[in-house]
């Protein structure tokens, strides 16, 4: 061993500033002789870093021929503090610490294990060992400093397996564990290791990872012997976590890749990504060897030189900064530029060495390995619903500069303070600040919707009375009124001692009157009832519809009594009223929803406290009968009892001419959103109905008429200034419609 120091070596060139193309990194210093020795075109290699325990930091350089150490904090600056003539030259060499050791080796000569006492540093260094009874020549080093564990791969003894060391009761003189063949992949060029568990890269073979927990005998944990862009696989890293594995191919034009471990039966590939400072015009880029600190991972990329990867994203990873080592390549052509990188040292400086070049010391600019990563974390999570014209608070607990609001992928607010969402999207805070690489918080989706819940507002329950299959009862929670919807396969007999009915029902107790609109009734009867019970033959009365104009009306007098029906004159648009007067119920129909007449009255003796409610059933045996019941409403005692309060934004259908709910939130087209709902009039018709608006349009507005599965039938223009629109489309059958104007979408009935 000699020292050597800027006044003794006079061919020595310290750069202290090197004009390089970079991104977010800059030069902290350069050392470079040029009259060491080559190998090939090779005269740097490998390079690794130590910190003594007074915190100052060294780096360790491979040369052809030397072995050296830097000082990089010297009152010189970046300095040799001790320099190794290996006595042979090698195109490759290796190097790795454990406590106050170096570990070195050559995949050429006869040099085997040599071990350097680092303690005597700044002022020496000490080889204190150096053996070639177990191996001569090996191309890589691991420790697994966890557990005391050195590792050596590729070597001339078992080039198929993998040599293993104990450091734990003597690291100046290594112990022999054992040498196993490892069973699945041959030549072993590089490996990792984390807590027994070995990543090795068999070159074209693959990867293979064994559990080498007990060294004689390595147990297969799993392969990947086919993955996109396969080429020489050559070395890996792994995440922090132990959920991702980073790891190079050595062939030209092959990405680097990303792999899911976590489950090491099934390892997939996430991500590819890559460098190619010199595309267009070249993209045929070769990387070297990868390692991770934090969420970044520091890649030596021969022509590119050190390659800066944030992974916060494994499916979406970017680059985000580099520095050149060697830029004056032209083209990807044969193996110059950077060999190796050491991103580890406490103070985040990362170390480099370049083929051509010399030794590096560098400096990330604008970032750094120890920040905490900006994170954030929202206070909802999975899917909102929301009905048209509703909006929900969306917040978040953050840390970090730089964080935005994305809806979709796009920016939806230029800050992270809480937002009001009223679309419909995905919904997420996005940091783009660490040199464009994305970090994202979890995901919220907001659906605006106007399908039922099956999930019925206090009081209402779903009831079953008798044999009543396939029975659904759900809710519109978006309607602008209180709208259910009921189905059931249930086939009820027009007389006798049972019943057979799906039904919405709620308790009350006194007098009371219900109210609804039934519409779009198909394969049967529904309607309003008032029972004693839900038992099949309580006593019970009930008026119903088949969307017709004739109304049933059925009744039971007496438990287990036989069941008494008439047909009535009702109305058209399904406007029904049921009413309790002591022991008189009574049945009401309306043309308008506002004015109501009384049908027929029944003397029915029941309780104080009865079920009332809603109810179908079907006329003909397997098929399903269904029907909405629009603007439920009950009152007691002359005060109204219904579902929740509608939420904000909700609109109620306009006085006058009666209308229909809006379902659906769209774009103003031209109808001013304080103006209300339109209405359709006559609704129920025939077919030839009207569109009436409650101020003139102040622009072009758009209407659109679909069918119930939304096949569009009409569109036309409405005109500016417009107060009516009449439909003058093809002639319609009978059935359900829906009528899409502005931001509202109403229901229209065509008989």
Known sequence: MRRLTLALFSLLLLVPLYSQDSLNISQAGRWHDPSLPSTSGIRYNDVWGYTDTGGREYGIAGSARYTLFFELDSPEGLREAARFDEGFSSIWRDYKTYGHYAYGTADQGNGGLVVYDLSGLPGSVTKVYQSNAVFSRAHNLFVDEAQGRLYVAGSNTRPNGVIIFDLNADPASPTLLA????????????????????????????????????????????????????????????????????????????????????????????SLF??????????????????????????????????????????????????????????????????????????????AT????????????????D???????????????????????????????????????QVFSASPYPIWASQAGAYRLANYSAGGAAIYSGTVSVAIDTAPVEELPQPWQQAIIGNAPSTQAAFFPCSSGEDFFLSTKALNPGSGAQDHLGAALQPICGNFTITAQVVGAENGQAGLVVRESTASGSKFAGMFTSGGATYRREARLTTGGA??????????????????????????????????????????????????????????????????????????????????????????PPEGIQGTPSLSLGSPNGLDEKAGAPAIAPNPSRGAFALYFQQPLSSPAIVELLSPNGKSLHRAQIAAGAEVWHYQGPPLPSGLYLLNVGQHTLRAVVE
């Open 179 to 270: 040498d196993p063949v490892l069973p699945e992949g041959g030549y072993i060029h590089d490996i990792f290791v984390r807590n027994h568990i070995a990543y090795c890269s068999h070159g074209f073979l693959g990867l293979a990872v064994y559990d080498l927990s007990q060294p004689a005998s390595p147990i297969p944990l799993g392969t990947m012997t086919n993955y996109p862009e396969q080429g020489y696989n050559h070395s890996s890293w792994l995440t922090e976590d132990s959920q991702l594995l980073i790891f190079a191919d050595e062939t030209f034009g092959r990405s680097l890749k990303a792999v899911d471990v976590s489950n090491l039966q099934d390892m997939e590939v996430t």
């Open 563 to 652: 069941k008494i029906s008439a047909l009535h004159l009702g109305s058209p648009n399904g406007w029904m009223r049921l009413q309790r007067q002591g022991q008189l119920v009574r049945m009401y129909r309306s043309f308008d929803g506002a004015q109501f007449q009384l049908l027929t009255q029944i003397a029915l003796p029941l309780d104080e406290c009865a079920e009332v409610g809603l109810a179908v059933f079907a006329q003909r045996p397997g098929k399903t009968a269904s029907a909405e019941f629009h603007s439920v409403s009950i009152e007691t005692n002359g005060q109204q009892l219904s579902a929740p309060e509608p939420e904000k934004g909700r609109q109620s």
């Open 354 to 369: 370049d083929i051509s070049n010399g030794f590096f010391v560098l400096q990330p600019q604008g970032w750094s390995f």
């Open 371 to 409: 920040e905490p990563a900006p994170s954030a974390e929202l206070s909802m999570s999975g899917e909102i619903q929301l009905c048209p014209g509703d909006s929900v608070l969306l917040s978040a607990t953050f840390s970090g500069e730089g964080w935005l609001w994305e809806r979709d992928g």
């Open 274 to 351: 890559k460098s190619e400072l010199l595309a267009p015009a070249h993209t045929n880029s070769i990387a070297h060897n990868p390692f991770i600190r934090g969420r970044y991972a520091v890649v030596s990329y021969y022509h590119d030189g050190v390659q800066v990867f944030d992974l916060s994203d494994p499916e979406h990873i970017q680059q985000v900064a580099w520095y050149d080592t060697y830029p004056e390549h032209a083209n990807y052509q044969g193996f110059r530029g950077c060999w190796g990188v050491y991103p580890f040292l406490p103070s985040g400086r990362i170390l």
